[in-house]
Each structure stands twice: as C-alpha cells, then as structure tokens.
C-alpha cells in the first residue's frame, strides 16, 4: 500500500520533466522559425509530440523511426516505460510555398512546392567530410551565381547540379524553363537536378543548416521526372519569401513560454512540499 503514492510521485516527477524538456524542445524550434522569417525559401519546423501504442511504452521505444531525420528529441528516460505514453519532440516540416517576389535577376531562381534542386557542398572546397560520407544536400533555389569559371553554384558557393552534374555556362543570363531546362542562345545546355520531397508524410522533415542547404531524409524524397509543360516547377527571375508568419510564431513562443514556466512552478511547489514533509520527519 505504502508503494502506490511513492510510485505516482515518480511517474508524475517523470512526467512533468518529460513536458518540460518538451516545452524547451519546442521552443527551440519556434525560435528558429522567428529568426527565419526573411530568409528566401525557408520552410516552417512544426514541432509535435507524438503518442505511443501501449506496446512502445511497454518497451520504452520514442516510436516509429524515420531514416535520417534530425528530429529533436527530449525523453532522457527512453529505456524506462512513459507515463503518459509520449515521446519527445519531432520535428516535421509546413511545405505550403511562400509568396513570390519578382526581382527580374536571371539568376534568381524559386522552386514552386515541395521542390528542391540538388547540389555539391564538396566540389572545389576544403569541405571533404561530405564528399567522404556521401551526404547529399539541396536547396530551394535562391540567389545564384556564376563563377570565373562558368559554374553555377548558389550564393554559399555551393556548386548547383543538372542531371549530367555541375552546370557550366557561358553566357551571364541563361535562360531557364518552368520544367529546370537550361538554355543558352536558345539551346538546351543542362537540367537541374530537381527532387521532390513528400509533403504528405508529416514525418518528412526538412532542415535548414547553417551552410544555407537543406537536409532531407533521401527515403522522403523522388526524382522529378516530368515531360509537361504545363507543369510550373521552377520560376526564373524570382525568389520565394519564408512560409513563416511572425505574428503565429510569436502567439506560439509565448503560449509555449507560458506552459514552460507553469511546469517551472509546480516543479518549485513539489521540491517545496518535499523539503517541508522530511524536515517534519526529521523531527520525530
């Protein structure tokens, strides 16, 4: 008998420091979202918690793994049955498109929807690790460039890949279709190399890193491979703002800052209660 409030008081401790790292998890996320608000082709981080079937709980499983994502997790008591049958923090992505800004620059390129074209982080820098590794990355279009040696690479320098590999051009203002056929003088020279991620799975999750690529799960992603030409993939000319409006990101920061620091409280309060009920049993 004597066991039973002993073991809800662990199972509430566990479960109020699980909500907590959660709460510090999300607002990770949301931060980045905010301070990503002008940055060309950004995509929203969603962050959610996901519940587990009775059998996950039982063995202490944060549930259904997804290769290669960079999820943010927070459960430091994995190997010990959950509570309250929750895992840690995953992150998935809001692939809905920005709005298109016009520039008129030739090298200025968006991808419409879930698009990414790939590119090289390796080639022609100190960068081995990736070329070692054989990370992939892509972006979704951006400021591009052209280098002394006709390579069209993106404004980190990273080298834009067609379907025969780096793009190399001889004319400053190349000409490029709604499908990522390149053109020159009005011949075709290259394709970009255009994958699309599946917006549908909201496991599929897309990162920003810091060298200005994105990071994807390679199980979540299929070549573009398309012969109409109706279809719109690429729009020359502009640049696609952030999907992420500051006015939900900041509404969030704080509901998600309010419930952080209520957990803060009742922690304080059980610490408190605590401290008092073996300061009186130290007294007997």
């Known amino acids: 008998m004597s066991d039973v409030p002993s073991s809800l008081s662990v ?5 109020l420091s699980q909500s907590m790292q959660n709460g510090q998890a999300r607002l990770e996320v949301l931060t980045r ?15 959610f918690v996901q519940q587990l079937d009775a059998q996950s709980q039982a063995q202490g499983q ?23 049958g929750m895992s840690g923090v995953q992150v998935g992505t809001d692939f809905r498109p920005g709005a298109l800004r016009a520039t008129g620059n030739p ?17 022609g820098t100190a960068n081995q690790t990736s070329k070692l590794n054989n990370t992939r990355h892509w972006v979704k279009g951006g400021q591009w460039q052209i280098d002394a040696n006709g390579v069209l690479k993106t404004n980190q320098g990273h080298v834009v890949l067609g379907a025969q590999g780096p ?45 200005g690529t994105w990071r994807i799960p390679t199980s979540a992603l299929r070549q573009v491979v398309t012969t109409d030409k109706s279809q719109t993939l690429v729009r020359q000319g502009f640049l696609e703002a952030s999907n ?4 939900v990101e900041m509404t969030e920061l704080i509901r998600v800052m309010r419930q952080y620091e209520a957990n803060q409280k009742i922690m304080q309060m059980r610490d408190d209660m605590l401290d008092k009920t073996l300061n009186q049993l130290g007294q007997f």
């Open 11 to 15: 199972e509430a401790s566990r479960a």
């Open 33 to 47: 979202n905010a301070a990503n608000v002008q940055t060309p082709g950004y995509l929203r981080q969603i962050p």
């Open 62 to 84: 944060l549930g259904p793994a997804v290769s290669g994502t960079t999820a943010a997790t927070a459960n430091p008591s994995a190997n010990q049955p959950n509570p309250l």
């Open 107 to 123: 090298l200025d390129v968006a991808l419409i929807g879930p698009v990414f074209v790939e590119v090289d982080v390796a080639a």
């Open 167 to 211: 793009i190399v051009l001889s004319t400053p203002n190349p000409s490029i279709d709604a499908q990522g056929q390149v053109f020159e003088h009005g011949k075709p020279v290259a394709k970009l190399q255009l994958w699309q991620a599946d917006a549908d799975n909201p496991l599929t999750h897309a990162r920003l890193e810091a060298d």
């Open 244 to 247: 992420v409006s500051s006015a």
